[in-house]
């Protein structure tokens, strides 16, 4: 072998032991399933500065355009955790029972900012009788029309509900198609700024009922609790930099979402996020996630929405320390 061809092999060879190592060294890849929803924000915030890998791991966000799209990823398998709401985890226990969630995290509470959006001229819920509802194909859609109809008499069987993503629900009632919908921050930012649409009903008047939270494949739990504390971690690593640095984060927050950093700012006003110190109270056993799964699942059962027997997410608050 001439020296020419040694050095090139020699060269060769180091390239893929570099590579080598840098796969071997690579943090695991962890998948997580969002939407267009402010909180789970924090999540881009933390892939797009690295905190992640500062907590030994990849996390790969795969946004998803409605809920039921995320749902379905990751009841089929495709992403390994899930950023949902409440009445969304127990459809998934209900779906694909082998990988109803374990819940690890409590993100956020929605105070306000999950709203039933109808004409001006509509004083109530109830004026919806008879009338064009839009909503996403989700639970937490007909869980807000069940709850705002409250004890009216009303059931959902009394609208005639129509179906779409956020975005197309919004265009829908602004070209007259609908007389209200089910919409939540961003999507409903610009209905509100505009006199036609007035808030018929929100969160803010079920508090403790509209809970985000951080929810994972009970595989994953078992056979890797590790990665899925470095999660957990990477969601307060998010958290203390927002407080940091909190127009910056913001700014990076606003621009994938597609608004302003006021505007997102302005979103914070209606929710609110618990700290690390709170999370074992309120994952506890009998603690106040924990009554209100309970809550929705007769909530659900009762609207005909979910057969008996369908198990609820098993509560870990130990993965959270």
Known sequence: MTRGRAAVTVAALAALLLTGCRLAFAPPRL???????PA?????????????????LTLQVDQFGSLQDQRQAYSRGDVDAIATTLPEAIAICHQAPQRCPAIVLVLDQSNGADQLIGRAEFAAPTSLKGRRVGLERSVLG???????????GLTLADLQLRYGSPKALVAQLQAGQLEAIVSYAPHSDRLLRDPRWRVLFSS??????????????????RQ??????????TWWAARRLAAAEPEQA????????????????????????????EQPALLAASGPVQRTLELLSRQMRQARRLPAGVPLPRLMPELER
């Open 142 to 152: 007909e869980f807000m029309l069940v709850r705002a109809l409250g004890d009216s």
């Open 204 to 221: 803010s008047q079920i508090p403790g009922e509209v809970v985000d939270v951080l929810a994972v494949d009970p595989a994953l739990v």
């Open 250 to 277: 913001a700014a990076v927050m606003a621009q994938r979402q597609g608004v302003t950093p006021q505007q997102f700012i302005a979103s914070q006003a209606l929710i609110s996020y618990p700290d690390r110190a």
């Open 31 to 37: 998948r997580l399933a969002i939407v267009d929803w």
């Open 224 to 233: 890797n609790p590790g990665l899925v504390r470095s999660l957990v971690n």
């Open 40 to 56: 789970y924000e924090y999540f881009y915030l933390a892939s797009r500065r690295s905190l992640d890998r500062q907590q030994g």
